[in-house]
T-cell receptor, first 114, second 113 residues
Framework: AQKVTQAQTEISVVEKEDVTLDCVYE???????LFWYKQPPSGELVFLIR??????QNEISGRYSWNFQKSTSSFNFTITASQVVDSAVYFC???????????FGAGTTVTVRA | NAGVTQTPKFQVLKTGQSMTLQCAQD?????MSWYRQDPGMGLRLIHY???????DQGEVPNGYNVSRSTTEDFPLRLLSAAPSQTSVYFC????????????FGDGTRLSIL
């Protein structure tokens, strides 16, 4: 069985603060893929990043960074110097080799106040 | 580029009515799927397809039916709508490799009275 847990339901920060979103997953497979999606208030789902299980290198993209640690089964997401436009629901998701199905976490709602 | 197109965007039904949610993609993706999004539960997979003529059940398939006669289209049918099916429905597509990100439509907000 595979499971994705996003324990933080809601996070509220003031603009320019950093915010870290936690994602913990469970899987018995050795090859799997982790994803983060953003859902802004307009409702669409936007793909942010994919990480393969065999690549633990952390990644930075502008103000976004991701910390993947297989030892703790975590794939955390940090927004540095948050902006109002970062206000959204963020989903972590998991899929496995030769299995296209995505298992989503419950999502974390981020509110950035001006 | 159209990507994944869902219609309608909003729909209100009465209990017992049937309807079809349409989904079309123009990226020649083999894999298509339907999810429902409910508060506090993330997105849950309803049905999916790995190619024309092939469909399978996801996590919450009861009350829904799908078919895949072409690569482009993957309609979702509600056979007899129930209030528990009130939700936001998303269609997604991707290349048939499990490491590929799925492209989502804009969603259909469905209310069952």
């Amino acid at each position: 069985a595979q499971k994705v847990t996003q324990a933080q339901t809601e996070i509220s920060v003031v603009e320019k603060e950093d915010v870290t979103l936690d994602c913990v997953y469970e899987t018995r497979d050795t090859t799997y893929y982790l994803f983060w999606y953003k859902q802004p208030p307009s409702g669409e789902l936007v793909f942010l990043i994919r990480r393969n299980s065999f690549d633990e290198q952390n990644e930075i993209s502008g103000r976004y960074s991701w910390n993947f640690q297989k030892s703790t089964s975590s794939f955390n997401f940090t927004i540095t110097a948050s902006q109002v436009v970062d206000s959204a629901v963020y989903f972590c998701a998991l899929s496995h080799l030769n299995d296209y199905k995505l298992s989503f976490g419950a999502g974390t709602t981020v509110t950035v106040r001006a | 580029n159209a990507g994944v197109t869902q219609t309608p965007k909003f729909q209100v039904l009465k209990t017992g009515q049937s309807m079809t949610l349409q989904c079309a993609q123009d990226m020649n993706h083999e894999y298509m799927s339907w999810y429902r999004q409910d508060p506090g539960m993330g997105l849950r997979l309803i049905h999916y397809s790995v190619g024309a003529g092939i469909t399978d059940q996801g996590e919450v398939p009861n009350g829904y039916n799908v078919s895949r006669s072409t690569t482009e289209d993957f309609p979702l049918r509600l056979l007899s709508a129930a209030p528990s099916q009130t939700s936001v429905y998303f269609c997604a597509s991707s290349r048939k490799y499990s490491n590929q990100p799925q492209h989502f439509g804009d969603g259909t907000r469905l209310s069952i009275l």
